[in-house]
T-cell receptor, first 113, second 111 residues
Framework: SQTIHQWPATLVQPVGSPLSLECTVE??????LYWYRQAAGRGLQLLFYSVGIGQISSEVPQNLSASRPQDRQFILSSKKLLLSDSGFYLC????????????FGDGTRLSIL | QKEVEQNSGPLSVPEGAIASLNCTYS??????FFWYRQYSGKSPELIMFIYSNGDKEDGRFTAQLNKASQYVSLLIRDSQPSDSATYLCAVFMDSNYQLIWGAGTKLIIKP
């Protein structure tokens, strides 16, 4: 069965510091991978998605970037965090390009001080 | 702008009653619809998906889809306190293969 690993579960970072969040998946190949952010009490905001190695689509212009160096690895990065980057970061996968459901990892709660 | 609308709630339902959650969407061409449950501080988990008009039942959960009226509902029968959560509606856009998410409805089941 498919498994999504995200770490760390909780992260506290100062403003202006860099960020690297990693998502790795098991039990699947060639998945579509997604990074979402959820602000407190809000819905899901799609940040990036990837249909394959090295293929990244950005949905929202901001100071974040994403990379997919391996089929089952998806990384979210920032060179300089802003206060507004606080939130719950979720990695999701979908098998195939069609209308299959997405499944989520446990998420990383990021607080910027 | 493609949109998915949900009443934010909270929706309070007594234990044992039927909870009814509604979601409307703007894109008439949408074909696939998903309901996720999200407990406080946790990630969303898939409850049901529905692709065809009508009802789809899975245990205590029933998804109802009406494409003509552009709404999809989730019914929870015999509601339990453990059903207290935020329920997210998501609509698959055939035009760009992405999900559009509602902001969620907070459901509270009162013992």
């Amino acid at each position: 069965s498919q498994t999504i690993h995200q770490w760390p579960a909780t992260l506290v970072q100062p403003v202006g510091s860099p960020l690297s969040l990693e998502c790795t998946v098991e039990g699947t190949s060639n998945p579509n991978l997604y990074w979402y952010r959820q602000a407190a009490g809000r819905g899901l905001q799609l940040l990036f998605y990837s249909v394959g190695i090295g293929q990244i689509s950005s949905e929202v212009p901001q100071n974040l970037s994403a990379s997919r160096p391996q089929d089952r690895q998806f990384i979210l990065s920032s060179k300089k965090l802003l206060l507004s980057d606080s939130g719950f970061y979720l990695c999701a996968l979908k098998q195939g390009a069609g209308n299959q459901p997405q499944h989520f990892g446990d998420g990383t709660r990021l607080s910027i001080l | 702008q493609k949109e998915v609308e949900q009443n934010s709630g909270p929706l309070s339902v007594p234990e044992g009653a039927i909870a009814s959650l509604n979601c409307t969407y703007s894109d008439r061409g949408s074909q696939s619809f998903f309901w996720y449950r999200q407990y406080s501080g946790k990630s969303p988990e898939l409850i049901m998906f529905i692709y065809s008009n009508g009802d789809k039942e899975d245990g205590r959960f029933t998804a109802q889809l009406n494409k003509a009226s552009q709404y999809v509902s989730l019914l929870i029968r015999d509601s339990q306190p453990s059903d207290s959560a935020t329920y997210l509606c998501a609509v698959f856009m055939d035009s760009n293969y992405q999900l559009i998410w509602g902001a969620g409805t907070k459901l509270i089941i009162k013992p």
